[in-house]
């Protein structure tokens, strides 16, 4: 069940609303785009260098999907990678069996990031 897989982790449906009107003056968007675009190109350097082949860019937002190899369980992996302190979702969640999401959000020179480095590299070989 998604519920229990994603728990609390959208926002109440009238801030998603209240955040259209926010987001109307566009003045802080290009900033913001920017930073998410100097955070993602780590992080799918990361992903392709530990193993991961497809892995799906966001068109606009910070999410990353990448595919496990066959036959790998992604909410086994990602209960994996919790034990380690990384928190990702896996794919199932969001009807991609097979696949991780990542967030594009942690920089890549954060203890937070080395540390899912490391994750990802144990957990691939």
Known sequence: ???VILGNISPPSLVQHALVEVLKTNEHIPTNLERYQAM???LLTLL???GFED???PDGGFYVFAKLPTGVDDISFADSL???N???LPGTAFGMPGYLRFS???PSDSQAFAM???ALEKEME
């Open 1 to 3: 069940d998604n519920n």
């Open 48 to 50: 392709a260098d530990v």
């Open 40 to 42: 993602l190109q780590p």
């Open 116 to 118: 899912a480095r490391d």
């Open 104 to 106: 594009a959000l942690v």
């Open 55 to 57: 892995i799906r860019r």
């Open 86 to 88: 990384v928190f990702l």
């Open 82 to 84: 919790l034990e380690k």
